[in-house]
């Protein structure tokens, strides 16, 4: 049999003195304010369910804690928590991932008097939000807790910590819970735990394993279902073996389970990411003339794997087709076949698809934006690239990729009169240049030959506080070195010592660039380390 016992000590030493955290458990009062109202107008009557709905609502997560001791402790006329606040302030704390203050809380509901019924649902979330932090060792101490709060612990609760496990990689501690499940947990495993228990498997690369539970699950009374069948496939299509994933779809046939889109989306993927796109089409062919859709994932994929192959054409195709059928694209999928399309010298196509996209009501988006704008930069076409970033400004606000994009291009095509008007206009809307904006600045100005405004561009990064990197030396010391004044980077170098923002990468740069000319270097670098102690 697969699924031996396991001695159940073997989980001891997952429980340190601490119950949700190996550190000292933070103090509820240093969260409690004083004996005002942390928030005004405060309610003359105040009942469970509008407590809840205040933390519910309460954005700052501070604030939201202070609410609920302030209620406990200084609500006039008195008031008790009971399962539902406490349930509401656990929640929201760990969610926002505010660990500290919630160990001290579940200590104070455990001693709560009279005792506070407690549901599973409460310990289901914690689980839950402490494995998304990938704090999967206070997940199981949770877990092995509940019973301290006289809640019996469900399969719903092991579930969810078998979820957590897989989340951070833990597959070999959800093959242990899952075997000592029973014996020492009082649980007996559904069919939702023996897939957790296959997908695992199945991460972990061991799909023969995860193949035996397959035989296995009608011994324990239950019967596989099409998540079953479907994770399987899922691991051997992962490994490449095609031949195996169509053996198991077929044995799902026999048995007569339906494949659905997921099923059917796997097994493509897996010939997607081999090149094997015949057999992938095959598949859809297949889908689609046994009456199920195919949905947006389906085509994500089909759409992916073509541009990977650079079948820019195909891609385009599929992507009329999925907008046709009024499936959204994400902005990722999008800018695949923008890629595809001008890689392929199609940049007027792509810019009809970014036209039929905004006609389809998909949201214009900064990432696709540039993407476009970058490839009608580098065709020369930064006028068009202007009239679109134009168009897009109106109804939406760029991000800096954006400004960096079409600066980069401008200045590549030296309109450095343009980019100076759009940094202007960047300025203006708040949004901060970075060292990239910067350095496209001063190589546009060098190439122009006006290595001056390049350097006094590099004074204005100082002052503002943007730290200048590698790059930007390198750019400066190229175009003096063409503009022939030379000996002006050492005021250059100078300017960013006596700034204070050299990093390490700058320094050896400066070093190499010095040490040509031993006796120079030297009395260079006598002048640079005088002036940063006199700084």
């Known amino acids: 049999m697969f699924l031996p016992r396991v001695n159940p000590t073997r989980f001891h030493p997952l429980l340190p003195s601490r119950l949700f955290s190996t550190s000292t458990a933070a103090p509820l009062q240093q969260y409690f304010t004083d004996n005002h109202p942390p928030i005004k107008p405060w309610p003359k009557r105040l009942f469970p369910k509008r407590l809840v709905s205040m933390i519910t609502q309460q954005q700052n997560i501070d604030l939201a804690l202070q609410i609920f001791l302030y209620a406990g402790k200084s609500h006039p006329g008195g008031f008790t928590h009971n399962y539902d606040t ?3 302030i656990l929640f929201k704390l760990s969610r926002a991932r505010a660990f500290d203050p919630i160990e001290s809380l579940m200590k ?13 649902n409460l310990f289901i979330d914690l689980l839950r939000n402490y494995g998304l932090a990938g704090r999967f060792e206070s997940s199981i101490r949770i877990f092995l807790r509940i019973p301290d709060y006289n809640v019996k612990r469900s399969v719903r609760s092991l579930n969810t910590l078998l979820n957590v496990l897989i989340q951070n990689r833990r597959f070999d501690l959800v093959h242990s819970m899952f075997k000592n499940s029973k014996e020492s947990f009082g649980i007996t495993p559904n069919i939702f735990t023996c897939n957790l228990l296959v997908k695992a498997l199945c991460k972990k690369n061991d799909v023969e394993s995860a193949y035996k539970v397959l035989d296995e699950i009608p011994e324990m009374g239950l019967v596989p279902n099409l998540v079953t069948y479907t994770t399987i496939l899922g691991g051997y299509v992962a490994r490449g073996d095609m031949e195996a994933g169509e053996r198991v779809l077929g044995e799902m046939l026999d048995r ?9 989306t796997v097994l493509m993927d897996g010939y997607c990411k081999l090149g094997r796109f015949s057999e ?26 073509l541009c990977k192959e650079r079948k820019a054409g195909e891609a385009r195709n599929m992507f009329d087709e999925m907008l046709e059928r009024s499936f959204m694209p994400d902005s990722s999928l999008c800018c695949k076949v923008i890629d595809a399309l001008c890689e392929d010298g199609k940049v007027d196509e792509a810019c009809s698809l970014w036209r039929k996209m905004l006609k389809n009501n998909c949201m214009p988006d900064n990432v696709l934006l540039s993407t476009l704008i970058h490839w009608l930069c580098r065709e020369g076409r930064v006028k068009e690239a202007r009239e679109l970033f134009d168009e897009f400004e109106r109804g939406s606000i760029p991000s800096l990729l954006t400004y960096n994009t079409l600066i980069s291009g401008m200045c590549e095509k030296g309109e450095l009169t343009e980019a100076g008007r759009l940094w202007d206009d960047m300025v203006e809307r708040k949004c901060k240049p970075n060292a990239f904006t910067y350095n496209v600045l001063i190589e546009g100005l060098c190439k122009k030959g006006n290595v001056k405004e390049g350097v006094r561009v590099l004074e204005e990064m100082l002052e503002n506080g943007c730290f200048p990197n590698k790059t930007t030396f390198l750019i400066l010391f ?27 990468e700058c320094w050896e740069l400066f070093l190499r660039k010095f040490a040509g000319e031993l006796d120079k270097g030297v009395v260079v670098l006598e002048e640079l380390l005088h002036e940063v102690y006199v700084s």
């Open 86 to 88: 406490y349930h509401s």
């Open 256 to 264: 007569g389970w339906e494949p659905d889109a997921t099923t059917y």
């Open 108 to 120: 104070q509901l455990r001693n709560s008097y009279p005792p506070i019924k407690c549901g599973e």
């Open 280 to 305: 992938a089409a095959k598949v859809m062919d297949d889908m689609e003339r046994n009456g199920i859709e195919a949905n947006e994932v389906t085509y994500g994929v089909m759409i992916r794997g």
């Open 478 to 504: 190229e175009g003096l070195q063409e503009s022939g004044k030379e000996e002006d980077a050492v005021k250059v170098v100078s300017m960013a010592v006596m700034s204070g923002k050299v990093d390490r």
